[in-house]
């Protein structure tokens, strides 16, 4: 009989448990959907890097400024900057490109001399430099590192009498920052050079071609003419090639022409300034044109006096400079428009109120899908 009781009573609570269960299935809400604006929303967008520097009229760096005193647009379209920051806050890399041509021979030293203190006075200690020569083709003198070691890459540059590859080494320059430099970073280049080319590949392949199509009887005046044709044809094709190079690597290029004013003298010269100064214009950077004296006359004193001149000039130079690296900028944001792949978009950048500031940032960059 209890065994009976025992059967009954298990088999009563099992009853009880399963109606339970059973009610509360059936009484329970549903799950509610997930609210549209809980939903994850994928943006096909592209990040774009715009250096901007900053300046009152005296040329000091303008700081402090936020996100909200600029103001961007792309092809005319405003732009919502999603970051800002400070040059104190982002650490530097900079490539200078020393040309040891003929043609910047009789300053070499100062120019070296001056440029290594110019590392020791700006570089901090988050701070990288690279140090490249501008030949018959580039050549790394001192891997990306700190202001110490870059500094005697510069000592031991020594010039020599071989011909330009400047687009190969400037072209080579972007690409190593944009390969070797940390995400975050500003990236600059500073060029030592005069901006003419004699080498690089590009120029002496467009030559061979030209001559390869010439009749055996051109000579004369007549080749001379079809060679300097097919250079200057190939120059402005390099010329897009390394502009090319220096947006796609977010690099602020800068330069400063030993030639001064000199580069009236020649056509050559003066398309080498040419070549210096859209690099500049059209990354927010500045070519320095200084107005340097002979030293290699037969007045030793002359030379002597010319010499201090130009080494003040220079350091007023990097001063400037230095400035600009202070008063440097980055500014991030998103864009989601719709351009083919390599094409080139218009940016416009400014302050809300200028105050007679000098706003230089890029002008546009390459779309990379």
């Known amino acids: 009989m209890r ?17 339970a269960v059973s009610v509360e299935a059936q009484t329970a809400k549903p799950t509610p959907p997930i609210a549209e604006e809980d939903q994850v929303v994928k943006v096909e967008s592209r990040l774009v890097v715009v250096p901007v520097s900053v300046t009152n009229p005296a040329g000091d760096p303008v700081l402090g400024l936020k996100a909200t005193d600029f103001h961007i647009s792309e092809e005319n379209k405003p732009q919502t900057i999603d970051s800002l920051a400070n040059a104190e806050n982002v650490p530097l890399e900079i490539a200078i490109l020393f040309d040891v041509s003929a043609s910047t021979d009789s300053m070499f030293k100062f120019q070296q001399a001056t440029a290594a203190k110019f590392l020791q006075e700006v570089l901090r200690g988050d701070d990288r430099a690279t140090i490249f020569t501008i030949g018959i083709k580039p050549v790394l003198v001192q891997a990306r590192d700190t202001a110490e070691h870059s500094q005697t890459g510069i000592r031991s540059i020594t010039p020599t009498k071989e011909q330009t590859a400047f687009y190969d080494s400037v072209r080579t320059a972007a690409e190593y920052l944009a390969a070797n430099s940390p995400k975050g970073r500003r990236k600059v280049i500073v060029v030592i050079s005069d901006g003419e080319d004699t080498n690089s590949a590009g120029i002496l392949k467009a030559i ?14 007549e080749l001379r003419t079809l060679r300097v044709r ?61 107005k340097f004296q002979p030293i290699d006359t037969k007045d030793e004193l002359a030379n002597s006096s010319n010499m201090r001149k130009n080494t003040a000039t220079l350091e007023t130079i990097f001063k400037q400079l230095a400035n600009e690296l202070r008063a440097q900028y980055l500014i991030q944001y998103y864009s989601d428009s719709e351009f083919p792949n390599n094409k080139y978009v218009k940016l416009s950048l400014g302050l809300k109120n200028p105050s007679n500031y000098r706003v230089r940032a890029r002008q546009g960059y390459y779309v990379k899908n």
């Open 230 to 290: 097919a250079r200057d044809t190939a120059k402005v094709r390099e010329q897009v090639r390394v502009l090319k190079s220096l947006q796609d690597a977010d690099t602020v290029f800068y330069s400063i022409n030993p030639g001064g004013s000199s580069i009236s003298l020649n056509k050559m010269a003066q398309f080498g300034q040419e070549n210096l100064q859209k690099f500049a214009d059209d990354t927010g950077g500045t070519a320095y044109l200084p």
């Open 3 to 19: 065994f009976i009781s025992g059967l009954r009573i298990a088999s009563f609570l099992s009853l009880s448990i399963f109606i």
């Open 208 to 221: 061979w071609e030209a001559e390869r199509k010439i009749a055996s009887d051109v000579q004369g005046e």
